[in-house]
């Protein structure tokens, strides 16, 4: 099976362009609407590492985090939520005062912590054949990833 992708340049994080980037980009896949159906529970991933300024690209630009979820809402999805397994703290500690915090609360998205890990079978992996996921991860349909480059050597 092969994954669809689209890339497309922006050097800003302006709240109209990255939305309508975002929105050209769900296009060229169809929409999000062929991608995921309205009663999903959804789970929205970035990379939430710890508390740092915006501007030293240590977690996911909270624009596109928020424009995203903005998306979402529009289109008409409810069952939505946010999460990542932190490395320095918690969900909610490392969103405070990043602007993400703000769009979560504009768009009704709760920000949740992992709180356990479930042993998932995976017989047919080659290195691994079970994986620890957390518990909330689990309890969805889906998961959009929110990622961003990263600026470490890890």
Excluded: W
């Excluded at 624009?63 to 998306?71: R, S, W």
């Excluded at 529009?74 to 602007?99: F, K, R, W």
């Amino acid at each position: 099976m092969k994954s669809k992708v689209v890339l497309l340049p922006c050097r800003e994080y302006d709240e109209e362009k990255i939305y309508m980037l975002l929105k050209q980009g769900l296009d060229f896949l169809g929409g999000v609407e062929t991608l995921i159906p309205k009663d999903a529970k959804i789970l929205l991933k970035p990379n939430l590492l710890k508390k740092a300024e915006v501007e030293k690209a240590v977690i996911t630009h909270p624009v596109v985090v928020g424009v995203f979820a903005g998306i979402l809402r529009e289109s008409g999805y409810e069952n939505i939520v946010l999460a990542d397994s932190c490395g320095h703290g918690t969900t909610q500690a490392v969103i405070c005062g990043t602007g993400m915090d703000t769009y979560l609360e504009k768009y009704h998205i709760p920000a949740v912590d992992y709180s356990e890990g479930v042993k998932t079978a995976y017989p047919q992996g080659v290195q691994a054949k079970e994986f620890i996921l957390p518990k909330e991860l689990l309890e969805q349909d889906c998961v959009i990833s929110l990622s961003k480059m990263k600026t470490h050597a890890l």
